[in-house]
């Protein structure tokens, strides 16, 4: 029997008795291990038909929670309703075992590149290379929600750069299917510094993934992460961002009503010079305070009173 492909111990079950690895789940020949968490692996695989695959495992008995379980169920079910290139192709999905030694497993095009995070680490991107990658991710999104999916963490690490340059957007394990235009008390995901205000409180809709993206690519003009060019207002501070400034201003805007309406939208604009954005209401309300309920100069002089003359002396 051939080693096991994880830690090349001699198999003696279809199972390795040493590092937990299966050799052949479902059909898929395992052979390589990829990543690993602590309750679950990501395998080099192939498929029943040759194709090479990203083979995620998750160990039901290590999984720290039910929202664990429920995010890996419905990256499957998320994936299989998608066709798109710079998406993962969706390959299959099913379990092994009972009880205690239930696995659950997700089979999905390997994607081979670098991911956004990695490149990032050696500085910031050219600007033209950094438009490129805004009409890649923003044609994705388009697609996303057209069909009312939400990916809800957009950030570097989920975006895969291939060698030929094209995107690959990953990790739907938190998308959410949107029944109406905005979904009210969700459960908080995301990622600090790249995730919108309001998805704090649960809210979201497409312009919260506009948000995220905006944050990442401002991630990538300045080579400054997010989370530390946060301002005491909480906004985003792109004065570093050169002549995509005002397009970012708008992409991670604080109130949604200030950002593109949707993706194309945002497309759209990116080669235009945006609308400058109206300052907040309490900046308004100093900028009327200062200009009318202040002290003003009189219109008239006023009258200088000469003193009275002195009477006059009789010698």
Known sequence: MDPCPVCRAELAS??????????????????????QTLHGRVYRARSPDGAEVALKELVFALAPDAQTIDAFEREARVLSQLDHPAIPRFK?????????HLRLYLAQELVEGEPLSQRLRRGPLPKDEVRTLARQALNVLAYLHERRVLHRDVKPANLIVKPDGSISLVDFGV?????????????????????PIEQLGGTVDARSDLYALGATLLHCVTGIQPGDLIREDFSLDASRAGDLRGWLERMTALRREDRYASAEKALAALDQKPEPLKPPWRIRWRMFWSRFAQPRTPMWPEVVRLPAPRDRITL
Do not use: N, Q, W
């Not at 279809?14 to 990543?35: I, T, Y």
């Not at 299959?92 to 205690?100: L, Q, S, V």
């Not at 998308?175 to 995730?195: D, I, N, P, Q, S």
């Open 175 to 195: 998308a959410r299917e949107l029944l109406k235009e905005v979904t009210h008390g969700g459960t908080l995901v995301g990622t600090f510094g790249y995730m």
């Open 14 to 35: 279809p199972r390795c008795d040493s590092c937990g690895a299966a050799a052949s789940p479902g059909g898929f020949r395992v052979e390589a291990l990829l990543s």
């Open 92 to 100: 299959g999905a099913f379990r092994e075992g009972i009880g205690i």
